[in-house]
């Protein structure tokens, strides 16, 4: 049976309270009856067909993605989530697992956006959005009848939540300075706010295809190597109230991608799913120090949207 779990959103998408863990499969039927909330998970899915658009087409997309963060950095957050901010302060390695687990990893649901276009010969551009991720793509297909082959490159800018605060100023003088603001509202731990980090991130997807004829049916498998860089102010309770703290950190993703199309023209139901392996690492500059964190294991994203082409 099912279970609804706690679950990760942006402050302005909160209609949805189901946690999706790699561990808790159970947690899938969550999509389904959670598809029009929306949050800041770390799917990224590509949901196109191999087939390229013909020049000047155009075709829009909206749904939703979930990803399942590797086991190792899910306990990493709820290990952090369920200690004291005494114990954090005891345990600084744990805290810091934690809080770059959800920074980096951000597991959760996301709604998904996409606008793509059929440009020269077979090459096609898109833009997609999902949670605080927007993507920009070129791909170039090589086209054999019902079959295709498509090798494209991806550029990613990941922003701080919306309504998140501005880092704090720099202050020389502590006794009057004001005491940051920790909003976890959007985060899976209370008392941590990482909605100001932001940063870029690059991928690489090569995939194959086929389509049937009329074309009913499509369906796409393939590769994909990313890599995202993030960066900026932690905020965090104490006991002594609240502070910040830089973090920075790196996510490499190698993933597998199996998805299909079905539908008439001029709506298609697009499906995929993404295993993979992440590798996480990064530095918190604590008071105390520089503290380092590294996780890594597999993970999971599932995605299902409408393609609409005029």
């Not at 090798?151 to 701080?160: D, E, F, L, Q, S």
């Not at 074309?215 to 502070?243: H, K, M, N």
């Not at 998805?259 to 690492?281: D, H, M, N, Q, T």
Request: glycine share 12%; aromatic share 8%; net charge negative.
């Amino acid at each position: 049976m099912s279970q609804q779990l706690p679950f990760t959103l942006c402050p302005e998408f909160r209609r949805l309270r189901a946690r999706l863990t790699f561990r808790g499969f159970g947690a899938l039927s969550t999509i389904a009856s959670g598809a029009l909330a929306l949050g800041c998970g770390a799917g990224s899915p590509l949901l196109h067909p191999v087939h390229p658009l013909a020049p000047g087409e155009l075709a829009g997309s909206s749904g939703v993605s979930a990803h399942f963060a590797p086991p190792s950095a899910q306990r990493a957050i709820d290990r952090t989530s369920q200690a004291s901010t005494s114990e954090r302060a005891q345990d600084e390695q744990t805290a810091v697992d934690g809080a770059l687990a959800q920074t980096l990893s951000t597991p959760g649901l996301a709604p998904w956006f996409s606008v793509r276009a059929g440009l020269v010969d077979t090459a096609e551009g898109g833009i997609s959005y999902t949670g605080r991720r927007a993507r920009a793509d070129l791909r170039y297909a090589y086209v054999f009848d019902q079959t295709a082959l498509s090798v494209g490159a991806g550029a990613t800018g990941i922003m701080p939540a919306v309504g998140a605060d501005p880092p704090t100023q720099p202050c020389d003088d502590p006794d009057y300075c004001p005491d940051p603001i920790v909003d976890d509202s959007h985060s899976e731990i209370p008392g941590v706010d990482t909605g100001s980090t932001s940063g870029w991130g690059l991928d690489l997807p090569l995939l194959v295809g086929w389509r049937s004829a009329p074309e009913l049916f499509s369906f796409w498998t393939g590769v994909r190597a990313r890599f995202e860089q993030i960066s900026g102010e932690i905020r965090y309770d104490t006991e002594a109230g609240p502070r910040t703290a830089h973090a920075e950190g790196d996510r490499w993703v190698f993933q597998g991608v199996i998805g299909f199309a079905v539908g008439i023209k001029p709506i298609w139901a697009l499906f995929e799913l993404s295993p993979a392996y992440e590798r996480l690492s990064g530095n918190v500059n604590l008071e105390s120090g520089v503290v380092g964190s590294r996780l890594e294991g597999f993970s999971f994203s599932p995605a299902i949207a409408l393609m609409v082409t005029p």
